[in-house]
């Protein structure tokens, strides 16, 4: 990620629609865990997901972070989180072994994805369970992607496969953002186009409050629905996927 796409990346993740809205759904994904799981975020940034997990009642010494961001893992810090590394997501080296693993938007930065499932399969308890959302369809596209040294996008049943690959059973599956896909696909398709934004440093930035809140409530009603139902497109993908025991 460049240099000032990050500061500013790091500047509205904690209240930005986008990232409060996937957190609030991965909250409600956890809620049945037990509360001593022992769990590790995955390109955990500042730590907002550790720190939302905390206020849940998660346990803070059973939850880690690893980023390959300096920067990140000095907002970490600041934020209270000590068990947080700077380290490549391909080769995790940490010798604990955790109940839950969190991927949020980490696998398409990296260039080897089956050795980063392979190795995040290594640091599975059995029975453990990756929770892994990536950005969907490489139709998606744009400069976005390029400013986020993004090497994929994903359709969901590409990432099942990479999942199936690792001998990984699926648990859920599905895509996320869906009501936002066909505004996002048309505003993508059209600054590629043009040429448009090739300056810009990506597509988050900070929006109003009012407008924030009317998207935080239109994915909140999202989230509810994708309880009872499989969405068919999305901004994002998103796979549960459990491992098996010996």
Known sequence: MEENY???YHDVEGNHWWFKSRRNFLLDLLSNAPKNSKILDIGCSSGMFINDLMKAGFQKENLFGIDISENAI????????QNSYVMDAQNITLEEKF??????????HLEDDAKALQNWKSLLKPNGKMYIFVPAFMSLWSHHDEVNMHYRRYTNEELQQKLKAQNLTLEKTGYWNCFL?????????INNLIGKNKSEEGDIKEVS??????????????????????LPAGVSTFCIAKKKTV
């Open 6 to 8: 990050e500061k500013q």
């Open 74 to 81: 000095a907002n970490c810090k600041k934020n209270g989180i």
């Open 99 to 108: 109940d839950i693993l969190i991927a949020s938007d980490s696998l398409e």
């Open 181 to 189: 896909f066909p505004p996002v696909y048309l505003f993508r398709k």
């Open 209 to 230: 409050p009012i407008v924030n809140s009317l998207l935080v409530s239109l994915v909140s009603f999202e989230n509810k629905l994708l309880k009872y139902v499989r």
